[in-house]
């Protein structure tokens, strides 16, 4: 091994970390840093980022090495990263499998295989630097700073995907296979979209880029051969119109050709949703196999497609499903009217009248399926209704967070929810305690069923903390009858066996303990604590004094992670008031009247050394 050229830079004093130096120790996660080799650190293949710039990764390695603490005798004492990484635990504990930090982590393999950097070396007569080749490296033990967590592969991917988006490090492409892996981890559009800030409709235009791109489209794509609008074309296509597209592309044709290409095609066979072989229509084959099938007779096709599209119509009208089944005709793509009809996640909550739309290409016949859709003008009529409901409500929003968009509202309450959700999964002693009185009051007459004020009833989604997981495997393996998951609370493998006689005789079979029964009845009743009627509604006074007690807030900020996307929810003018809120010593500092943006990015600087000050928003605070 080649010894590293020591520079003539002044070294920072090491960091106080909780070093581990052996790669034999078992990785666990834990509440604070920890300083690991780089040996004991791995990729993930979950990271959506795949593309590093290699000149960046130089530069960043170089400073690593140049603030890297050492002693008298040139032996590293401390790291050189400003900024601590995030991993998850191997499933062996072996290892440290990252989450956010891998562009750091590549610059520290560069120096640990040795990488060689310019540098100034002296100066000439005109006093100019002359530049000299110098020879960087540092052993396998090279100390990292990493946060270790339990994570699941969805928050995994999800960690790496803010970090990347957040600093534009990402090409369309990795964009497109992050949001499908977080839909293929269970993730739903508009949770992406939420999570991410973005419109569903771009989500869902980025799945589908890539789920239908293909390896050849995706080769262009990231040569920059063409563009993203083009790549979305070949990947809403298949068969030989995606062959022949991507021919084109590779021959440098442009978009509008692509379109006309398609629209060419005529009513493709394809399409068809009727039965073609008994419609007897004619079908006209490309003499050079370079184009897909079409119909001969386009107009008689048109009135067959039409005909089973009003078949489907009265079907679905007959099951009763949607409010209505409408067709919509469209010239070119099938799209929904956006002047007229409204997307699920766009329809405010308790709004019912959804409707199903079909709309078809009266040129191509192709059919699209908009579900779950509703008309602006009943959506209008009930936000009407609603009217002096939202005004009473926005009145009585006089405590901490009123004014803020609800996407930071939703963020807080989720953490109180985790928080209360670990408590209780390993509490199940208060757990029923709680129970009981909700059973106490459930028996008086004219009396809602509340915990400490909240309603158990219905509850607002809150994700799955490792400790719920557990539990709620613990009592699945027990009792089969029960399927316990995020999505749903209780569901049954088999619902023809799921009878209240089924469920009475499995928990009254013999071989069942009390304490396994507890395990139950904890589970339920944990799951139902911590329902704010609505996201921006604050915890009631009693369960502000019940979160005191259990010491919820403290566990709020161990799990509470400042994003872009929390503070984006927030107007400028409530940024400046959330940075006077700060600690003084971890407050960011910013030029006065800056954009948004700037403002953003100067707080998010702060993140680590905010959550170490152990700082929280009063949004997300247990206060009343």
Partial sequence: MTAATPLPFPMPVAPALRVITSTAQTVQAGDHIQTLPFSALRRSALNPRKAFDAASLTELAQNIYERTARDEDGHITGSGLLQNLLARPTEDGAAAELAAGERRYRAIELLVEGVTVQVQVDTDSNG????????????????????????????????ATTENTHRDDMSPMETADA???????????????LRYGADPRQIRQFIQL?????????????????????????????????????????????????????????????HAIFDVQASGLNIELSLLGDMPAKFANQRA?????????????????????????????????PTLPRSEWIESWYIPNGFTARSLVLAYSTVTGKVREYKDVARKSDV????????????????AATSAGAGVR????????????????????????????????????ANQPMMFTKVLGLKTDTRKDSPFVPETAALAAQIAQRFPIFTVSEESILSAADRASFTVDALY?????????????TLIFAYFTHRSVGDWATNTARPSPALTDYAAKVGADEEVQRRF????????????????????????????????GCSKKDLVGAIMEKASALKAAGWLPEIVKFVA
């Fill in 505 to 517: 005789a499995a928990l009254n079979d013999e071989a069942v303990t009390e304490a396994e029964l």
């Fill in 179 to 193: 949001y499908m892996a977080l839909k293929s981890a269970g993730r739903s559009e508009a949770y992406i979209a």
């Fill in 406 to 441: 609800e996407a930071a509202h939703v963020i807080g309450h989720k953490a109180r929810c985790m928080a209360l959700d670990a408590y209780h999964a390993a509490h199940p002693k208060a757990t029923l305690a709680l129970a009981c009185l909700t059973l106490i009051q």
């Fill in 128 to 159: 100019q630097p002359v530049m000299g080749d110098a020879f960087l490296q540092v052993p396998a033990t090279y100390p990292v700073p990493v946060l270790v967590q339990v994570m699941t592969d969805a928050e995994l991917i999800e960690v």
């Fill in 380 to 395: 209008t009529e009930y936000e009407k209704g609603n009217k002096v409901k939202n005004r009473r409500t926005a009145s």
């Fill in 301 to 333: 096709a048109m009135t067959a497609q039409i005909e089973a599209l009003n078949a489907r119509k009265a079907s679905e009208e007959s099951a009763g499903t949607w409010k209505e089944v409408v067709l919509v005709p469209c010239e070119d793509e």
């Fill in 210 to 270: 890539a789920a239908g791109l293909g390896k050849e489209g995706r080769k262009l794509l990231d040569a920059g051969a063409i563009t993203v609008d083009a790549a979305r074309l070949i990947a809403g296509e298949s068969g030989e119109m995606k062959k022949t597209l991507l021919g084109y592309a590779k021959n440098g044709y442009p978009l509008s050709t692509l379109k006309n290409l398609v629209k060419g095609a005529g009513f493709r066979v394809d």
């Fill in 561 to 592: 992670i400042l994003t872009p996307e929390f503070l984006n929810a927030y107007t400028a003018a409530d940024l400046n008031a959330l940075v006077q809120q700060m600690p003084e010593q971890a407050r960011p500092t910013y030029k006065h």
